[in-house]
C-alpha cells in the first residue's frame, strides 16, 4: 500500500499513517467497489440517457480491466475492441512502456506547470513530433482535439488577416463552438447556434466547391479530415494535392485534421502521406494519449506561429494552463517510442490490408453489403437497400423508424455474441466502423473476420433473429420520449 507523503500548511504530515487506502484513494478498490450501482451513479449524476442506450443495446456488461486490444467485464469474458475510444487506444489498452513513462515522471516529483520556465518535456515531445513531420518547424500543445482545432482556426485568421474558414459536408472537428461552427452535420449542431460567422460548408471531395469558395480571396483556411471520421469517407486520389494547389494559389492556409487519421491509424504516420500532400498546419491528439492522458498538438509553418507570438508582450497569447503538462508530454514522448519500436505504422498497413481483403470479399457475397472503404486500421463496411423483396421490407421497416437502424443489426451482434465492440460511422450512417489497435495479432484478424462474416450471414436470413432484434429496436425507439 502506497504511503502519502507531504507536509500540509496547518503542519499535520500526511506521513503519520494515512494510507492511500485509509482515504479512499485505493482507485482499484474504489472501481471494484461501485460494480453493480455503477449506471445507477452515473445515469443519477451524469448521462442518463447514455445508461439508457446502454441497456436497451445489452452493453451494460461491467468492463472491468483493459488489456492491449481486449476488454473484460466483471465474469472474466474478454471482448475485442474495435472502437478504441473513438480512436485512443491505437497502441492497446494500457500499454507497459506509457504506464512505466507516467510512474517514471510521478516517482520523480518533477517540476510541472511552472508557467515562468520553458517545459523540457514538451520541448522533447515537439521535436520528436516535427521529426516525424519535417516540413512544419512548430508546436502549440493543448489539451483536446477540440482544443487543437480552435488554436488552428485563430491561428489561420489572425496570421493571414483573412475571417473565412472552409469545411465540409460530415466533416466532425469537436464540439466547442469553433469547432462546431465548422462541423458538417447538423445533429450536432441543432440548437446551439448561432455559429461563428464565415464558416463556409462545402461537399468533401469536390475541387471545384472549393475553387469557387476561395476566388473570393478571404479565406484563411480550408480545414479536412484527409480521411472523414464520420463515415469513413475516403477522398479520390487527386483530391488533397488538387486542395493543397488550390489553397496555396489563393493564399489560403491547409489545416489537416489528423486527430483521427494521424499517428499511423491509416497505414502512414500522416494520412495525408497516402497522397503525398505538405499541409501547412496538422492536428494531433487521441493517439498521442497512449490511451491516458488528454493531449494534442498544432503543427505548423514558423511564419503562422510566429505572426501569433510576434512580440514579448504577446508570449503568452495563446496559452492553456495544463496543455504542457508532464504526464501528457510522457505520455507522447513514450507513445511515439512504442510507434517506433514495435514497427506499427508499417503493421497497421499490412494488418489493414488484410482486413479490407476480407471485408471487400463480402461485397460480392452479401446483398446488403454496397461498399467497404478506409485505410489501415481505419475502415468501415457500408450497407445499403437490398434488392430482394423479403429483406428490402424489413430494411424500409427498421430504416422508416430511424435512417441508420439498420446497423444496430450489425453492430448489437457484433458485441453479444461475438464480443466484439464496434461503432455505426455517425449519425444517420449506414455504414459499421472499426479502429482496431494498432497492433492486433493474426489470431484477433480471424476473430474479427470470421465474427463479422457471421453477423453479415445472419442479417440475409429472414425471418431471422436478425431482423427480429430490428424489430425490438423499431418498439424502443418508438417508445423512446
Ligand atoms: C477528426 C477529429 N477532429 C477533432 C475531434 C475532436 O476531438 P476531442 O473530442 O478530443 O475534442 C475528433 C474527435 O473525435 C476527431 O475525430
Keep these: 500500500m502506497q504511503e502519502i507523503a507531504g507536509d500540509r500548511q496547518d503542519g499535520a504530515s ?18 471494484a467497489r461501485h460494480a453493480s450501482d455503477c449506471c445507477e451513479l452515473y445515469g443519477r449524476h451524469g448521462n442518463e440517457q447514455l445508461v439508457r442506450m446502454l441497456k436497451i443495446a445489452g452493453y451494460n456488461v461491467g468492463f472491468c480491466r483493459g488489456e492491449g486490444p481486449y476488454l473484460y467485464d466483471h465474469n472474466g469474458t474478454k471482448y475485442l475492441d474495435l472502437l478504441c475510444g473513438f480512436g485512443v487506444f491505437a497502441i492497446g489498452r494500457n500499454h507497459p512502456a506509457v504506464q512505466a513513462a507516467l510512474r517514471s515522471v510521478l516517482d520523480s516529483d518533477l517540476p510541472n506547470l511552472i508557467q515562468m520556465d520553458a517545459p ?34 485563430k491561428f489561420a485568421r489572425a496570421s493571414t488577416g483573412r475571417s473565412g474558414i ?5 466533416a466532425f472537428h469537436g464540439v466547442t463552438y469553433g469547432a ?11 440548437g446551439f447556434g448561432p455559429f461563428l460567422p464565415e464558416c463556409v460548408r462545402i461537399p468533401f471531395n469536390d475541387l471545384s466547391a472549393l475553387e469557387n469558395v476561395l476566388d473570393g480571396g478571404d ?3 480550408f480545414i479536412v479530415e484527409p480521411i472523414q471520421g464520420k463515415g469513413v469517407n475516403v477522398p479520390a486520389d487527386d483530391y488533397l494535392q488538387g ?24 497505414g502512414r504516420f500522416l494520412a495525408v502521406e497516402h497522397w503525398n500532400v505538405e499541409p501547412d498546419i496538422v492536428l494531433l491528439s487521441k493517439t498521442l494519449s497512449g490511451g491516458y492522458i488528454p493531449v494534442s498538438a498544432a503543427l505548423m509553418r514558423k511564419q503562422i506561429f510566429d505572426k501569433i507570438f510576434d512580440r514579448m508582450d504577446r508570449a503568452m497569447v495563446a496559452v492553456s494552463t495544463f496543455a504542457e503538462n508532464n504526464l501528457a508530454m510522457a505520455a507522447g514522448i513514450a507513445t511515439l517510442e512504442v510507434l517506433a519500436s514495435e514497427r506499427l505504422v508499417e503493421k497497421a498497413a499490412r ?5 479490407m481483403r476480407a471485408f471487400s470479399a463480402l461485397n460480392t457475397r452479401y446483398e446488403l453489403v454496397h461498399e467497404v472503404r478506409g485505410k489501415g486500421m481505419m475502415i468501415a463496411i457500408d450497407f445499403a437497400r437490398p434488392r430482394s423483396v423479403s429483406l428490402r421490407t424489413e430494411w ?44 492486433i495479432s493474426e489470431s484477433d484478424c480471424e476473430w474479427i473476420i470470421k465474427s463479422v462474416e457471421a453477423v453479415i450471414a445472419a442479417s440475409h436470413r429472414v425471418p431471422g433473429a436478425a431482423w427480429s432484434l430490428g424489430r425490438t429496436l423499431v418498439s424502443n425507439y418508438i417508445r423512446s420520449p
Design 219 to 221: 479565406v484563411a483556411a
Design 243 to 266: 486542395a493543397a494547389a488550390l489553397c496555396r494559389r489563393h493564399g489560403t492556409l491547409l489545416i489537416a485534421d489528423e486527430i483521427q487519421t494521424g499517428l499511423g491509424r491509416t
Design 351 to 355: 494488418t489493414g490490408e488484410r482486413l
Design 180 to 190: 462546431l461552427s465548422i462541423n458538417g452535420d447538423e445533429s450536432f449542431r441543432s
Design 396 to 439: 424500409d421497416l427498421i430504416e422508416a423508424a430511424r435512417e441508420g437502424l439498420f446497423c444496430q443489426v450489425i453492430t448489437i451482434p457484433l458485441f453479444a455474441d461475438h464480443k466484439i465492440l464496434c461503432q455505426v460511422a455517425g449519425p444517420n450512417s449506414h455504414a459499421v466502423k472499426f479502429l482496431p489497435p494498432l497492433n
Design 120 to 153: 523540457r518535456l514538451a520541448a522533447i515531445l515537439a521535436e520528436r513530433l516535427l521529426k516525424e513531420v519535417p516540413y512544419l518547424d512548430k508546436v502549440l500543445f493543448a489539451n483536446s482535439g477540440g482544443e487543437a482545432v480552435e488554436a488552428a482556426m
Design 166 to 170: 472552409v469545411y465540409c459536408d460530415h
Design 14 to 31: 500526511l506521513t503519520t499513517g494515512a494510507t492511500a487506502s485509509t482515504l479512499g484513494l485505493d482507485m482499484g478498490a474504489l472501481f
